[in-house]
Protein backbone atom coordinates (compact mmCIF):
# COMPACT_ATOMS: atom_id res chain seq x y z
CA UNK A 1 0.00 0.00 0.00
CA UNK A 2 1.70 2.73 -1.43
CA UNK A 3 0.31 6.40 -1.33
CA UNK A 4 2.17 7.91 -4.24
CA UNK A 5 1.24 5.04 -6.30
CA UNK A 6 -2.85 5.53 -5.35
CA UNK A 7 -2.48 9.39 -5.84
CA UNK A 8 -1.75 8.58 -9.64
CA UNK A 9 -4.20 5.99 -9.85
CA UNK A 10 -6.66 8.22 -8.81
CA UNK A 11 -4.96 11.11 -11.37
CA UNK A 12 -5.02 8.73 -14.31
CA UNK A 13 -8.35 7.10 -13.80
CA UNK A 14 -10.23 7.82 -17.11
CA UNK A 15 -14.15 6.26 -16.31
CA UNK A 16 -15.62 6.96 -13.30
CA UNK A 17 -15.17 5.08 -10.02
CA UNK A 18 -18.12 2.56 -8.97
CA UNK A 19 -17.85 4.08 -6.41
CA UNK A 20 -16.09 7.36 -4.20
CA UNK A 21 -15.91 7.28 -0.34
CA UNK A 22 -15.57 9.96 1.85
CA UNK A 23 -13.79 8.86 5.21
CA UNK A 24 -11.15 6.51 6.68
CA UNK A 25 -12.23 5.49 9.62
CA UNK A 26 -14.73 2.11 10.53
CA UNK A 27 -17.56 2.77 8.26
CA UNK A 28 -16.22 3.88 5.22
CA UNK A 29 -13.54 0.81 5.27
CA UNK A 30 -15.94 -1.49 5.57
CA UNK A 31 -18.09 0.16 2.51
CA UNK A 32 -15.11 0.24 0.51
CA UNK A 33 -14.32 -3.99 2.00
CA UNK A 34 -17.70 -4.78 0.64
CA UNK A 35 -17.65 -3.04 -2.47
CA UNK A 36 -14.37 -4.28 -3.39
CA UNK A 37 -15.66 -7.78 -2.55
CA UNK A 38 -18.25 -7.52 -5.34
CA UNK A 39 -16.19 -6.43 -8.18
CA UNK A 40 -16.63 -3.00 -7.81
CA UNK A 41 -13.81 -0.16 -8.68
CA UNK A 42 -13.52 1.86 -5.33
CA UNK A 43 -11.69 4.91 -4.02
CA UNK A 44 -11.36 5.74 -0.74
CA UNK A 45 -10.43 9.69 0.84
CA UNK A 46 -9.52 10.11 3.98
CA UNK A 47 -8.79 13.82 4.96
CA UNK A 48 -6.28 13.09 7.60
CA UNK A 49 -4.78 9.44 8.62
CA UNK A 50 -6.82 6.11 8.54
CA UNK A 51 -8.71 5.84 11.96
CA UNK A 52 -7.35 9.83 13.07
CA UNK A 53 -10.64 10.10 14.98
CA UNK A 54 -13.31 8.13 16.64
CA UNK A 55 -11.99 4.67 14.70
CA UNK A 56 -8.75 4.90 16.99
CA UNK A 57 -10.09 5.96 20.45
CA UNK A 58 -12.55 2.86 21.61
CA UNK A 59 -12.53 0.86 24.46
CA UNK A 60 -10.96 -1.68 22.55
CA UNK A 61 -13.56 -4.08 22.42
CA UNK A 62 -15.30 -6.40 20.09
CA UNK A 63 -18.52 -6.95 21.99
CA UNK A 64 -22.52 -7.95 21.04
CA UNK A 65 -22.98 -5.23 24.25
CA UNK A 66 -24.44 -6.86 27.15
CA UNK A 67 -25.61 -3.28 28.00
CA UNK A 68 -27.74 -2.97 24.72
CA UNK A 69 -29.17 -6.22 25.96
CA UNK A 70 -30.38 -4.93 29.38
CA UNK A 71 -31.94 -1.65 27.06
CA UNK A 72 -33.99 -4.94 24.93
CA UNK A 73 -31.86 -3.87 21.48
CA UNK A 74 -31.72 -7.55 20.92
CA UNK A 75 -31.33 -7.12 17.28
CA UNK A 76 -27.98 -5.19 17.81
CA UNK A 77 -26.89 -7.69 20.39
CA UNK A 78 -27.52 -10.62 17.70
CA UNK A 79 -25.43 -8.87 15.10
CA UNK A 80 -22.84 -7.81 16.92
CA UNK A 81 -21.89 -11.04 18.37
CA UNK A 82 -21.99 -12.32 14.75
CA UNK A 83 -19.64 -9.67 13.40
CA UNK A 84 -17.84 -10.28 16.52
CA UNK A 85 -16.88 -13.96 15.61
CA UNK A 86 -16.26 -12.92 11.98
CA UNK A 87 -13.62 -10.42 12.89
CA UNK A 88 -12.16 -12.72 15.46
CA UNK A 89 -11.68 -15.24 12.77
CA UNK A 90 -10.96 -13.21 9.43
CA UNK A 91 -8.22 -11.11 11.94
CA UNK A 92 -6.66 -13.36 14.38
CA UNK A 93 -3.30 -11.35 14.59
CA UNK A 94 -5.33 -8.11 15.39
CA UNK A 95 -8.23 -9.77 17.98
CA UNK A 96 -8.47 -12.10 20.84
CA UNK A 97 -10.75 -13.40 23.64
CA UNK A 98 -11.05 -11.55 26.89
CA UNK A 99 -11.66 -12.78 30.42
CA UNK A 100 -14.17 -9.86 32.03
CA UNK A 101 -15.15 -10.73 35.94
CA UNK A 102 -18.42 -8.78 37.21
CA UNK A 103 -17.76 -8.48 41.17
CA UNK A 104 -20.89 -9.04 43.11
CA UNK A 105 -21.84 -7.68 46.11
CA UNK A 106 -25.36 -9.04 46.09
CA UNK A 107 -27.24 -12.20 45.48
CA UNK A 108 -29.82 -10.50 43.39
CA UNK A 109 -26.73 -9.24 40.88
CA UNK A 110 -25.20 -12.58 41.12
CA UNK A 111 -29.03 -13.56 39.68
CA UNK A 112 -29.26 -10.98 37.13
CA UNK A 113 -25.71 -11.11 35.81
CA UNK A 114 -25.29 -14.64 35.46
CA UNK A 115 -29.00 -15.26 34.12
CA UNK A 116 -28.34 -12.51 31.61
CA UNK A 117 -24.77 -13.54 30.66
CA UNK A 118 -26.11 -16.65 29.86
CA UNK A 119 -28.60 -15.34 27.24
CA UNK A 120 -25.79 -13.51 25.90
CA UNK A 121 -23.41 -16.67 25.58
CA UNK A 122 -26.40 -18.71 23.72
CA UNK A 123 -27.19 -15.02 20.92
CA UNK A 124 -23.86 -15.83 19.94
CA UNK A 125 -25.19 -19.67 18.96
CA UNK A 126 -21.81 -21.40 17.18
CA UNK A 127 -19.94 -17.92 16.86
CA UNK A 128 -19.56 -18.01 20.72
CA UNK A 129 -16.07 -17.60 22.32
CA UNK A 130 -16.60 -19.00 25.99
CA UNK A 131 -19.21 -19.69 28.34
CA UNK A 132 -20.31 -17.42 31.49
CA UNK A 133 -19.49 -18.64 34.90
CA UNK A 134 -19.94 -18.22 38.53
CA UNK A 135 -16.72 -17.84 40.65
CA UNK A 136 -16.14 -17.66 44.36
CA UNK A 137 -15.04 -14.97 46.13
CA UNK A 138 -11.67 -16.86 47.06
CA UNK A 139 -11.52 -16.98 43.00
CA UNK A 140 -12.36 -13.65 42.38
CA UNK A 141 -9.29 -12.65 44.61
CA UNK A 142 -6.94 -14.94 42.88
CA UNK A 143 -7.73 -13.23 38.97
CA UNK A 144 -7.99 -9.51 40.36
CA UNK A 145 -5.64 -9.18 43.39
CA UNK A 146 -6.30 -5.63 43.85
CA UNK A 147 -9.82 -6.03 44.15
CA UNK A 148 -11.91 -4.79 47.10
CA UNK A 149 -12.65 -7.67 49.22
CA UNK A 150 -15.17 -5.60 52.05
CA UNK A 151 -19.12 -7.42 51.13
CA UNK A 152 -17.54 -9.35 48.14
CA UNK A 153 -19.49 -12.60 47.42
CA UNK A 154 -17.77 -13.68 44.09
CA UNK A 155 -18.14 -13.30 40.39
CA UNK A 156 -19.52 -13.98 37.27
CA UNK A 157 -16.98 -14.26 34.30
CA UNK A 158 -18.23 -14.34 30.26
CA UNK A 159 -15.82 -13.93 27.33
CA UNK A 160 -15.73 -10.91 24.49
CA UNK A 161 -13.42 -9.77 22.12
CA UNK A 162 -10.90 -7.33 21.94
CA UNK A 163 -9.06 -5.73 19.40
CA UNK A 164 -6.87 -2.89 18.18
CA UNK A 165 -8.90 -0.44 16.70
CA UNK A 166 -6.48 1.77 14.82
CA UNK A 167 -4.54 -1.09 13.44
CA UNK A 168 -7.07 -2.99 11.97
CA UNK A 169 -8.08 0.13 10.15
CA UNK A 170 -4.77 -0.27 8.59
CA UNK A 171 -5.00 -3.64 7.99
CA UNK A 172 -8.37 -2.84 6.07
CA UNK A 173 -7.26 -0.51 4.09
CA UNK A 174 -4.30 -2.75 3.27
CA UNK A 175 -6.70 -5.63 2.18
CA UNK A 176 -8.94 -3.07 0.20
CA UNK A 177 -5.49 -2.01 -1.83
CA UNK A 178 -4.50 -5.56 -2.08
CA UNK A 179 -8.04 -5.95 -3.93
CA UNK A 180 -7.37 -3.51 -6.45
CA UNK A 181 -9.05 -0.49 -4.57
CA UNK A 182 -7.63 2.92 -4.71
CA UNK A 183 -6.96 3.93 -0.88
CA UNK A 184 -5.47 7.72 0.37
CA UNK A 185 -5.24 9.57 3.27
CA UNK A 186 -4.13 13.05 3.60
CA UNK A 187 -6.43 13.86 0.77
CA UNK A 188 -9.18 15.95 1.48
CA UNK A 189 -12.82 16.29 -0.43
CA UNK A 190 -13.47 19.87 -0.48
CA UNK A 191 -16.68 19.79 -2.81
CA UNK A 192 -18.86 17.44 -4.40
CA UNK A 193 -19.84 17.60 -8.12
CA UNK A 194 -23.32 17.38 -9.73
CA UNK A 195 -24.89 16.37 -13.05
CA UNK A 196 -27.38 18.75 -15.10
CA UNK A 197 -30.34 16.87 -13.15
CA UNK A 198 -28.38 17.68 -9.39
CA UNK A 199 -27.34 14.21 -9.19
CA UNK A 200 -24.21 13.86 -7.57
CA UNK A 201 -21.47 12.35 -10.08
CA UNK A 202 -17.55 13.21 -8.25
CA UNK A 203 -16.32 14.84 -5.65
CA UNK A 204 -13.55 17.69 -6.00
CA UNK A 205 -10.70 16.84 -3.88
CA UNK A 206 -7.14 18.04 -3.11
CA UNK A 207 -4.07 16.53 -1.70
CA UNK A 208 -2.82 17.78 1.64
CA UNK A 209 0.52 16.43 1.14
CA UNK A 210 1.53 17.95 -1.95
CA UNK A 211 -1.09 20.49 -2.31
CA UNK A 212 -2.25 19.33 -5.81
CA UNK A 213 -5.90 19.46 -6.34
CA UNK A 214 -8.21 17.47 -8.48
CA UNK A 215 -11.76 16.33 -9.82
CA UNK A 216 -12.84 12.43 -9.14
CA UNK A 217 -15.63 11.05 -11.06
CA UNK A 218 -17.89 8.44 -9.24
CA UNK A 219 -21.11 6.92 -10.39
CA UNK A 220 -22.12 6.85 -6.14
CA UNK A 221 -20.44 9.41 -3.43
CA UNK A 222 -20.67 8.05 0.10
CA UNK A 223 -20.47 9.95 3.15
CA UNK A 224 -18.79 8.03 5.82
CA UNK A 225 -17.38 10.96 7.84
CA UNK A 226 -18.47 9.89 11.64
CA UNK A 227 -18.87 13.21 13.83
CA UNK A 228 -18.06 14.96 10.76
CA UNK A 229 -21.10 13.93 8.58
CA UNK A 230 -23.20 17.10 8.50
CA UNK A 231 -20.04 18.82 6.88
CA UNK A 232 -20.49 16.57 4.02
CA UNK A 233 -24.31 17.18 4.20
CA UNK A 234 -24.02 20.82 4.10
CA UNK A 235 -22.03 20.51 1.13
CA UNK A 236 -25.14 19.06 -0.66
CA UNK A 237 -27.67 20.53 1.32
CA UNK A 238 -26.62 24.09 2.87
CA UNK A 239 -29.22 24.77 5.98
CA UNK A 240 -29.62 20.70 6.78
CA UNK A 241 -30.59 19.86 9.87
CA UNK A 242 -27.89 18.89 12.13
CA UNK A 243 -27.68 14.63 11.93
CA UNK A 244 -25.01 13.27 14.19
CA UNK A 245 -25.12 14.16 18.03
CA UNK A 246 -21.83 13.24 19.13
CA UNK A 247 -21.06 11.80 22.27
CA UNK A 248 -17.66 12.23 24.36
CA UNK A 249 -16.16 8.70 25.64
CA UNK A 250 -13.53 9.70 27.69
CA UNK A 251 -10.06 6.58 28.92
CA UNK A 252 -7.52 6.51 31.20
CA UNK A 253 -4.20 4.45 30.59
CA UNK A 254 -2.45 2.67 33.98
CA UNK A 255 0.37 0.45 34.87
CA UNK A 256 -1.32 -2.70 34.57
CA UNK A 257 -0.63 -3.52 38.46
CA UNK A 258 -3.66 -1.58 39.34
CA UNK A 259 -5.72 -4.76 38.32
CA UNK A 260 -3.14 -7.14 39.46
CA UNK A 261 -3.70 -10.21 36.76
CA UNK A 262 -4.94 -11.00 32.92
CA UNK A 263 -8.30 -10.45 33.52
CA UNK A 264 -10.84 -7.36 32.98
CA UNK A 265 -13.09 -5.73 35.46
CA UNK A 266 -16.25 -4.96 34.19
CA UNK A 267 -18.44 -2.65 36.69
CA UNK A 268 -22.51 -2.86 35.15
CA UNK A 269 -23.80 -0.30 37.03
CA UNK A 270 -22.16 2.91 38.49
CA UNK A 271 -24.08 5.31 40.56
CA UNK A 272 -25.67 7.20 37.27
CA UNK A 273 -26.19 4.18 35.56
CA UNK A 274 -23.14 3.96 33.04
CA UNK A 275 -20.62 1.22 32.87
CA UNK A 276 -16.84 0.77 33.39
CA UNK A 277 -14.21 -1.18 32.15
CA UNK A 278 -11.01 -1.95 33.58
CA UNK A 279 -8.88 -3.56 30.77
CA UNK A 280 -5.58 -4.86 30.08
CA UNK A 281 -4.20 -3.57 26.64
CA UNK A 282 -0.79 -4.27 25.59
CA UNK A 283 0.71 -4.38 29.10
CA UNK A 284 -1.64 -1.58 30.21
CA UNK A 285 -4.46 -1.24 32.05
CA UNK A 286 -7.62 0.84 29.81
CA UNK A 287 -10.22 2.35 32.28
CA UNK A 288 -13.34 3.87 30.67
CA UNK A 289 -15.52 4.70 29.38
CA UNK A 290 -18.04 7.77 29.57
CA UNK A 291 -20.96 9.11 27.58
CA UNK A 292 -20.86 12.39 27.95
CA UNK A 293 -22.79 14.37 25.04
CA UNK A 294 -21.15 17.06 23.02
CA UNK A 295 -22.11 19.87 21.06
CA UNK A 296 -19.47 19.65 18.14
CA UNK A 297 -17.23 17.56 16.84
CA UNK A 298 -13.07 18.10 17.41
CA UNK A 299 -10.58 16.37 15.23
CA UNK A 300 -8.58 16.24 19.14
CA UNK A 301 -11.61 16.08 21.39
CA UNK A 302 -10.54 16.53 24.97
CA UNK A 303 -11.46 14.47 28.37
CA UNK A 304 -13.39 16.72 30.96
CA UNK A 305 -12.53 17.43 34.52
CA UNK A 306 -15.62 15.55 35.37
CA UNK A 307 -15.03 12.56 33.28
CA UNK A 308 -11.74 12.06 34.86
CA UNK A 309 -12.94 12.52 37.93
CA UNK A 310 -15.48 9.79 37.24
CA UNK A 311 -13.60 7.23 36.20
CA UNK A 312 -10.96 7.40 38.91
CA UNK A 313 -13.52 7.74 41.48
CA UNK A 314 -15.91 4.83 40.15
CA UNK A 315 -12.09 2.71 40.18
CA UNK A 316 -11.18 3.97 43.53
CA UNK A 317 -14.58 2.31 45.05
CA UNK A 318 -13.40 -1.29 43.40
CA UNK A 319 -9.63 -1.60 43.41
CA UNK A 320 -7.73 -1.35 47.31
CA UNK A 321 -4.83 1.06 45.76
CA UNK A 322 -6.92 3.65 44.41
CA UNK A 323 -5.69 5.45 41.39
CA UNK A 324 -4.66 9.35 41.05
CA UNK A 325 -4.27 11.73 38.42
CA UNK A 326 -0.08 11.53 39.13
CA UNK A 327 -0.85 7.79 38.05
CA UNK A 328 -2.23 8.25 34.73
CA UNK A 329 0.24 7.63 32.30
CA UNK A 330 -2.26 8.87 29.05
CA UNK A 331 -5.31 10.19 28.82
CA UNK A 332 -7.88 10.17 25.44
CA UNK A 333 -11.48 10.69 24.30
CA UNK A 334 -13.21 9.55 21.16
CA UNK A 335 -16.66 11.05 19.75
CA UNK A 336 -19.18 8.67 18.92
CA UNK A 337 -20.95 9.69 15.92
CA UNK A 338 -24.75 8.72 17.10
CA UNK A 339 -27.36 9.27 15.02
CA UNK A 340 -29.81 12.07 16.34
CA UNK A 341 -32.95 11.15 17.54
CA UNK A 342 -35.62 12.89 16.53
CA UNK A 343 -36.56 14.25 19.61
CA UNK A 344 -34.62 16.46 20.80
CA UNK A 345 -33.06 16.15 24.70
CA UNK A 346 -32.63 12.34 24.39
CA UNK A 347 -29.59 11.26 26.60
CA UNK A 348 -26.99 10.13 24.62
CA UNK A 349 -27.00 6.36 26.50
CA UNK A 350 -30.89 6.25 25.40
CA UNK A 351 -30.21 6.54 21.68
CA UNK A 352 -29.46 3.18 19.39
CA UNK A 353 -26.00 2.78 18.66
CA UNK A 354 -27.06 0.76 15.55
CA UNK A 355 -26.11 2.69 12.32
CA UNK A 356 -28.65 4.32 9.99
CA UNK A 357 -28.38 4.76 6.31
CA UNK A 358 -29.60 8.13 4.70
CA UNK A 359 -30.04 8.56 1.32
CA UNK A 360 -30.54 12.50 -0.25
CA UNK A 361 -32.46 13.63 -3.01
CA UNK A 362 -29.09 14.34 -5.09
CA UNK A 363 -28.37 10.33 -4.29
CA UNK A 364 -25.54 11.41 -2.09
CA UNK A 365 -25.29 8.41 0.81
CA UNK A 366 -24.30 9.03 3.98
CA UNK A 367 -23.95 6.53 7.31
CA UNK A 368 -24.68 7.82 10.58
CA UNK A 369 -24.05 5.77 14.02
CA UNK A 370 -22.88 2.15 14.36
CA UNK A 371 -20.08 0.44 16.14
CA UNK A 372 -16.87 -1.14 14.84
CA UNK A 373 -17.85 -4.66 15.74
CA UNK A 374 -20.62 -4.14 12.96
CA UNK A 375 -18.33 -1.98 10.55
CA UNK A 376 -18.74 -4.64 8.06
CA UNK A 377 -22.00 -5.11 7.90
CA UNK A 378 -22.45 -1.45 7.66
CA UNK A 379 -20.75 -1.95 4.69
CA UNK A 380 -22.68 -4.61 3.28
CA UNK A 381 -26.15 -2.80 4.33
CA UNK A 382 -24.65 0.31 2.50
CA UNK A 383 -23.35 -1.46 -0.55
CA UNK A 384 -27.27 -3.05 -0.90
CA UNK A 385 -28.35 0.09 -0.50
CA UNK A 386 -26.33 1.71 -3.49
CA UNK A 387 -27.08 -1.16 -5.57
CA UNK A 388 -30.77 -0.82 -4.98
CA UNK A 389 -31.22 3.28 -5.67
CA UNK A 390 -28.31 3.30 -8.44
CA UNK A 391 -29.33 0.09 -10.13
CA UNK A 392 -26.57 -1.13 -10.43
CA UNK A 393 -25.80 -4.53 -10.66
CA UNK A 394 -23.00 -6.40 -9.01
CA UNK A 395 -22.34 -10.10 -7.74
CA UNK A 396 -23.03 -11.32 -4.01
CA UNK A 397 -21.64 -9.74 -0.69
CA UNK A 398 -18.19 -12.19 0.10
CA UNK A 399 -16.81 -9.83 2.55
CA UNK A 400 -17.45 -11.89 5.51
CA UNK A 401 -15.03 -14.63 4.09
CA UNK A 402 -12.11 -11.82 3.39
CA UNK A 403 -9.34 -12.63 5.44
CA UNK A 404 -7.34 -9.08 6.05
CA UNK A 405 -4.11 -8.51 5.46
CA UNK A 406 -1.66 -9.76 7.65
CA UNK A 407 -3.83 -12.97 8.43
CA UNK A 408 -0.77 -15.46 9.46
CA UNK A 409 -0.27 -18.81 8.22
CA UNK A 410 -0.49 -20.46 11.57
CA UNK A 411 -0.59 -19.33 14.74
CA UNK A 412 0.23 -15.31 14.66
CA UNK A 413 3.92 -13.97 15.87
CA UNK A 414 4.75 -13.79 19.44
CA UNK A 415 5.01 -11.03 21.62
CA UNK A 416 4.80 -6.76 19.83
CA UNK A 417 4.88 -8.85 16.28
CA UNK A 418 1.51 -10.16 16.60
CA UNK A 419 0.04 -7.59 15.25
CA UNK A 420 1.67 -7.36 12.48
CA UNK A 421 0.75 -11.14 11.21
CA UNK A 422 2.67 -12.21 8.21
CA UNK A 423 4.41 -9.57 7.82
CA UNK A 424 6.42 -9.28 10.88
CA UNK A 425 8.89 -11.82 8.78
CA UNK A 426 9.54 -8.93 6.55
CA UNK A 427 9.92 -6.77 8.92
CA UNK A 428 12.67 -8.86 10.86
CA UNK A 429 14.71 -9.52 7.50
CA UNK A 430 15.18 -5.21 7.24
CA UNK A 431 16.96 -6.08 10.59
CA UNK A 432 18.64 -8.75 9.09
CA UNK A 433 19.78 -6.30 6.40
CA UNK A 434 20.69 -2.93 8.62
CA UNK A 435 20.99 -4.25 11.94
CA UNK A 436 20.88 -0.90 13.42
CA UNK A 437 17.50 -0.76 12.62
CA UNK A 438 17.09 -3.19 15.46
CA UNK A 439 17.35 -0.50 17.92
CA UNK A 440 14.81 0.30 20.52
CA UNK A 441 12.95 3.63 20.27
CA UNK A 442 12.45 4.05 23.49
CA UNK A 443 14.50 1.49 26.65
CA UNK A 444 10.53 1.00 27.95
CA UNK A 445 9.11 -0.60 24.76
CA UNK A 446 10.42 -3.25 22.40
CA UNK A 447 9.28 -1.67 18.78
CA UNK A 448 12.06 -1.25 16.61
CA UNK A 449 13.40 1.35 14.05
CA UNK A 450 12.84 -1.04 11.33
CA UNK A 451 8.84 -1.09 12.73
CA UNK A 452 8.84 2.72 11.43
CA UNK A 453 10.79 2.30 7.88
CA UNK A 454 8.10 -0.23 6.83
CA UNK A 455 4.93 1.71 8.18
CA UNK A 456 6.68 4.71 6.01
CA UNK A 457 7.12 1.91 3.27
CA UNK A 458 3.95 -0.32 3.59
CA UNK A 459 1.43 1.64 5.53
CA UNK A 460 1.03 4.95 4.12
CA UNK A 461 2.32 6.70 7.86
CA UNK A 462 3.09 10.22 6.28
CA UNK A 463 3.32 11.80 9.82
CA UNK A 464 4.99 11.41 13.30
CA UNK A 465 1.35 11.12 14.75
CA UNK A 466 0.27 8.42 12.25
CA UNK A 467 3.13 6.40 13.84
CA UNK A 468 2.74 6.82 17.37
CA UNK A 469 -0.67 7.00 17.73
CA UNK A 470 -2.03 4.81 15.12
CA UNK A 471 0.13 2.24 14.73
CA UNK A 472 2.19 2.04 17.82
CA UNK A 473 -0.43 3.23 19.80
CA UNK A 474 2.27 3.76 22.17
CA UNK A 475 0.55 7.78 22.52
CA UNK A 476 -2.95 6.11 24.09
CA UNK A 477 -0.89 4.30 26.46
CA UNK A 478 2.17 6.31 27.53
CA UNK A 479 1.95 9.67 26.08
CA UNK A 480 5.22 10.91 28.10
CA UNK A 481 7.25 7.71 26.27
CA UNK A 482 5.63 8.97 22.99
CA UNK A 483 6.95 12.30 23.10
CA UNK A 484 10.52 11.12 23.96
CA UNK A 485 10.05 8.59 20.71
CA UNK A 486 8.90 11.92 18.38
CA UNK A 487 12.28 12.70 17.89
CA UNK A 488 14.02 9.58 16.42
CA UNK A 489 10.58 8.26 14.73
CA UNK A 490 11.13 11.95 13.21
CA UNK A 491 14.37 10.82 11.41
CA UNK A 492 13.30 7.83 10.20
CA UNK A 493 10.28 9.34 8.32
CA UNK A 494 12.47 12.44 7.11
CA UNK A 495 14.33 10.04 5.23
CA UNK A 496 12.10 7.98 4.49
CA UNK A 497 9.66 10.43 3.08
CA UNK A 498 12.59 12.86 1.32
CA UNK A 499 11.47 15.97 3.59
CA UNK A 500 13.84 18.48 4.89
CA UNK A 501 14.87 20.00 8.53
CA UNK A 502 11.57 22.52 8.26
CA UNK A 503 9.46 19.92 7.74
CA UNK A 504 11.37 17.56 10.76
CA UNK A 505 11.31 20.70 13.18
CA UNK A 506 8.03 21.48 12.43
CA UNK A 507 6.68 17.41 12.69
CA UNK A 508 8.05 17.38 16.26
CA UNK A 509 6.92 20.73 17.16
CA UNK A 510 3.37 19.48 16.13
CA UNK A 511 3.26 16.27 18.00
CA UNK A 512 4.38 17.48 20.80
CA UNK A 513 1.74 19.77 20.81
CA UNK A 514 -1.14 16.83 20.30
CA UNK A 515 0.84 14.37 22.36
CA UNK A 516 0.36 17.27 25.73
CA UNK A 517 -3.40 16.83 25.64
CA UNK A 518 -2.69 13.14 26.54
CA UNK A 519 -1.08 14.27 29.70
CA UNK A 520 -2.74 14.78 32.83
CA UNK A 521 -1.17 18.59 33.80
Not at 248 to 266: C, E, R, V, W, Y
Request: glycine share 10%; with cysteine; charged share 25%.
Amino acid sequence: MKRNENIAKIKNQSEPWDLAVIGGGASGLGIALDALSRGLSVVLLEKADFAKGTSSRSTKLLHGGVRYLAQGDVFLVLEALKERGLMMKNAPHLSGKQAFIIPIYTRWDQLKYGVGLKVYDLMAGRLRIGRSHIISRKKVVEKIPTIKQEGLLGGVVYYDGQFDDARLAVAVAQTCSDMGGCVVNYTEVTGLSKAADGKINGVEAKDLVEGEAFSIPAKSVVNATGVFSDTILKMDQPGIRKSILPSQGAHLALDLSFLGGKDALMIPETPDGRVLFGIPWFGTLILGTTDTPRSEAEAEPKALEEEIDFILETAADYLVKPPTRADVLSVFAGLRPLAAPKTEGAATKEVSRSHKIVVSDSDLFSILGGKWTTFRQMGEDMVDEILKVKKMSAKGSTSAQIRLHGYPNGHPPEGHWRVYGSEAKAIQALIAEQPELQQPLHPKYPNTKAEVVWMARHEMAQRIEDVLARRLRTLFMDAQAALDMAAPVGKILQEELGRDDAWYEKEVADFQAVARGYLLA
